[in-house]
């Protein structure tokens, strides 16, 4: 077979044609920028859930604080927490619902969600302590096992507004979480 000039080219298309084809880019893996290091696609959402989150942390933390009595502080930190949760829009509930499935690929945004959590958490906590120890709420009550059922029954809500709404709505929820905290049932 005669080697000539339209042979050897015909030869070096074939191995460039045989090069590798580099993996499929995950949605969920940040894009590798092309003057440097990684980008997170979520960079601008984890900081639009620090802005959404935190005056709701802030706030909670400040009835928390407050000098009214326990049964009045839980119930207004749950107004504050329900009302956020359960009449939230859509883009609100739609950046959490994004957020918490981010989480699991995002450091960034799994401590930002956690530290929001816990100090949602937290904050209704110390009300419930609080009643506790001075007898307006069920004795036995385990503070912070009831706040951790009162922050997932308010992202229950989250999930509600995203799907534009649930069976049961949010003051509903609301009035059943305080009738078992206050109740001796």
């Known amino acids: 077979m005669r080697r000539g000039p339209y042979n050897a080219a015909m030869a070096k298309r074939r191995r460039r044609r045989r090069a590798p084809v580099p993996p499929p880019v995950s949605l969920l893996e940040p894009p590798v920028s092309l003057l440097g290091p990684a980008v997170s696609l979520l960079e601008p959402a984890v900081s639009l859930l620090e802005q959404r989150g935190l005056p709701i942390v802030s706030e909670l933390a400040r009835v928390a604080k407050g000098s009214d009595p326990p049964h009045v502080k839980l119930e207004g930190a749950m107004d504050i927490l329900f009302g ?17 499935l981010r989480a699991r690929e995002d450091k960034q945004c799994r401590l930002t969600l956690a530290w929001q959590r816990e100090q949602i958490r937290l904050s209704i906590q110390d009300i419930l302590a609080e009643g506790t120890a001075t007898g307006v709420f069920r004795a036995g ?45």
């Open 84 to 100: 956020a949760y359960g009449e939230s829009d859509l883009e609100f509930s739609g950046l959490f619902l994004a957020g918490w």
């Open 141 to 185: 009550l385990d503070p912070g096992s009831v706040a951790a059922v009162v922050l997932g029954v308010a992202e229950c809500c989250l999930l509600q507004a995203a799907t534009q709404g649930g069976a049961v709505p949010a003051g509903q929820l609301l009035r059943t979480v305080l009738s078992l905290v206050l109740s001796e049932a």
